[in-house]
């Protein structure tokens, strides 16, 4: 594939609003999860919750369109001057020729859950519920593309936790079709009971922050984010420092509705196919951001699908122990992460893992290692064995 370059991203979640503030958690190993507060969850549980969502007041006319995740896609895109960016790229090519690709998993429920909780006498629904603007998994996209006044095909993909990964897949074959010149692709998944409840029924959820790859790793927490990345059609030379995505790799396992295969295939497959369309041997990947969301079954199966491609040298880490998965924005926030690490030259250490399984057959970075990298891979793996994994460089 040819090489795309990341003219800006941002990203924001409970480490950080913005790029300076993530930043500085990441190499501080800080963690944003914290005892979870809900008044209407009634689950001992950590979550990485964003400050300050509910106070965020959507524009002027755009109104029906407010929900948790609609202000949650909002604060993300404020930050780092992204609009701005946006507007610039629309002046260079036109807005009809940027594409919009975004990746959630429930999308607005939280506002169908507050209207259950509000139904009439005859069980109907209230008559305010708009499902299309704030429900629907389409209302994120068609919100982001009016605050950015962007006009080019747009479109929402829902395929758990591999959602706003698999979304760089879809910008970069419109831009080599010809459709496009340009796109913004990210990821925005909100707290909401859904996925709390339904992750606790599956025995999936910590009582505790997060482990990922410690040998008494006992579950996941839930956490929220929003992230955005602009890719551009190469206006020429790339430039020294630039953040390329340059390797794309996807697969379907289906190997069980809600476990990975034990042995990682897809994972496997996965990884392989995104180092081929990056041209790249697994010795030329300086750093892993593994999906390992800290559930047994999980991180014992990636970690046998790195282990068996890359080797026991391969330096790896999980960052959701900071964040929590971000479930549908897990993707894009951690490639972001992965385009920090490239330009700044660190790999970041994972958090709360104090005593790590000794199966782990990789280098499993438990400190921040400062760094110069050139290539990295950054892997979502979600439910129903739908995987997806990144390859970014930074061009010498």
């Given at each position: 594939?040819?090489?795309?370059p990341l003219t800006h991203f941002t990203a924001t979640?409970?480490?950080?609003?913005?790029?300076?503030?993530?930043?500085?958690?990441?190499?501080?190993?800080?963690?944003?999860?914290?005892?979870?507060?809900?008044?209407?969850?009634?689950?001992?549980?950590?979550?990485?919750?964003?400050?300050?969502?509910?106070?965020?007041?959507?524009?002027?006319?755009?109104?029906?369109?407010?929900?948790?995740?609609?202000?949650?896609?909002?604060?993300?895109?404020?930050?780092?001057?992204?609009?701005?960016?946006?507007?610039?790229?629309?002046?260079?090519?036109?807005?009809?020729?940027?594409?919009?690709?975004?990746?959630?998993?429930?999308?607005?429920?939280?506002?169908?859950?507050?209207?259950?909780?509000?139904?009439?006498?005859?069980?109907?629904?209230?008559?305010?519920?708009?499902?299309?603007?704030?429900?629907?998994?389409?209302?994120?996209?068609?919100?982001?593309?009016?605050?950015?006044?962007?006009?080019?095909?747009?479109?929402?993909?829902?395929?758990?936790?591999?959602?706003?990964?698999?979304?760089?897949?879809?910008?970069?074959?419109?831009?080599?079709?010809?459709?496009?010149?340009?796109?913004?692709?990210?990821?925005?998944?909100?707290?909401?009971?859904?996925?709390?409840?339904?992750?606790?029924?599956?025995?999936?959820?910590?009582?505790?922050?997060?482990?990922?790859?410690?040998?008494?790793?006992?579950?996941?927490?839930?956490?929220?984010?929003?992230?955005?990345?602009?890719?551009?059609?190469?206006?020429?030379?790339?430039?020294?420092?630039?953040?390329?995505?340059?390797?794309?790799?996807?697969?379907?396992?289906?190997?069980?509705?809600?476990?990975?295969?034990?042995?990682?295939?897809?994972?496997?497959?996965?990884?392989?196919?995104?180092?081929?369309?990056?041209?790249?041997?697994?010795?030329?990947?300086?750093?892993?951001?593994?999906?390992?969301?800290?559930?047994?079954?999980?991180?014992?199966?990636?970690?046998?699908?790195?282990?068996?491609?890359?080797?026991?040298?391969?330096?790896?880490s999980s960052t959701k122990g900071a964040t929590g998965?971000?479930?549908?924005?897990?993707?894009?926030?951690?490639?972001?992460?992965?385009?920090?690490?490239?330009?700044?030259?660190?790999?970041?250490?994972?958090?709360?893992?104090?005593?790590?399984?000794?199966?782990?057959?990789?280098?499993?970075?438990?400190?921040?290692?400062?760094?110069?990298?050139?290539?990295?891979?950054?892997?979502?793996?979600?439910?129903?064995?739908?995987?997806?994994?990144?390859?970014?460089?930074?061009?010498?």
């Amino acid at each position: 594939m040819t090489a795309l370059p990341l003219t800006h991203f941002t990203a924001t979640s409970c480490i950080g609003g913005g790029l300076a503030a993530t930043l500085d958690s990441l190499l501080e190993r800080r963690s944003g999860l914290a005892p979870c507060a809900f008044e209407t969850v009634r689950l001992q549980t950590h979550l990485g919750e964003v400050p300050g969502v509910d106070e965020v007041r959507v524009p002027p006319g755009l109104e029906r369109f407010d929900s948790r995740n609609n202000r949650l896609a909002l604060l993300g895109l404020s930050q780092d001057g992204f609009i701005e960016a946006v507007a610039g790229c629309a002046a260079r090519w036109g807005r009809r020729r940027i594409g919009l690709f975004l990746g959630t998993s429930t999308s607005g429920i939280l506002e169908t859950e507050i209207a259950y909780r509000r139904r009439g006498p005859s069980g109907a629904l209230p008559p305010q519920l708009d499902y299309a603007a704030t429900h629907n998994p389409y209302s994120l996209a068609a919100f982001v593309g009016r605050v950015l006044g962007i006009e080019g095909p747009s479109a929402v993909t829902c395929t758990a936790c591999s959602s706003s990964a698999k979304v760089f897949g879809s910008a970069q074959r419109m831009i080599e079709a010809g459709l496009i010149d340009a796109a913004v692709v990210g990821g925005v998944d909100s707290l909401c009971l859904t996925t709390l409840y339904g992750f606790h029924s599956l025995q999936l959820i910590s009582r505790q922050p997060c482990r990922p790859f410690d040998a008494a790793r006992d579950g996941i927490s839930i956490g929220e984010a929003a992230a955005f990345a602009l890719i551009e059609r190469p206006p020429g030379e790339r430039r020294a420092g630039q953040i390329l995505l340059t390797g794309i790799g996807e697969s379907s396992d289906a190997y069980h509705m809600s476990s990975p295969h034990p042995e990682g295939l897809g994972a496997r497959a996965a990884m392989r196919q995104a180092l081929e369309a990056a041209r790249l041997a697994p010795r030329d990947i300086d750093y892993i951001n593994l999906h390992g969301t800290g559930t047994p079954s999980n991180d014992s199966a990636e970690g046998r699908a790195v282990s068996a491609l890359f080797g026991a040298g391969i330096a790896a880490s999980s960052t959701k122990g900071a964040t929590g998965h971000t479930l549908g924005a897990a993707g894009a926030l951690e490639a972001v992460f992965c385009a920090l690490a490239l330009r700044h030259g660190f790999a970041p250490g994972g958090v709360n893992t104090t005593r790590l399984d000794p199966q782990v057959g990789f280098d499993y970075l438990r400190e921040s290692r400062r760094r110069p990298l050139t290539s990295v891979l950054s892997n979502s793996f979600g439910f129903g064995g739908s995987n997806c994994s990144l390859v970014l460089q930074r061009a010498s």
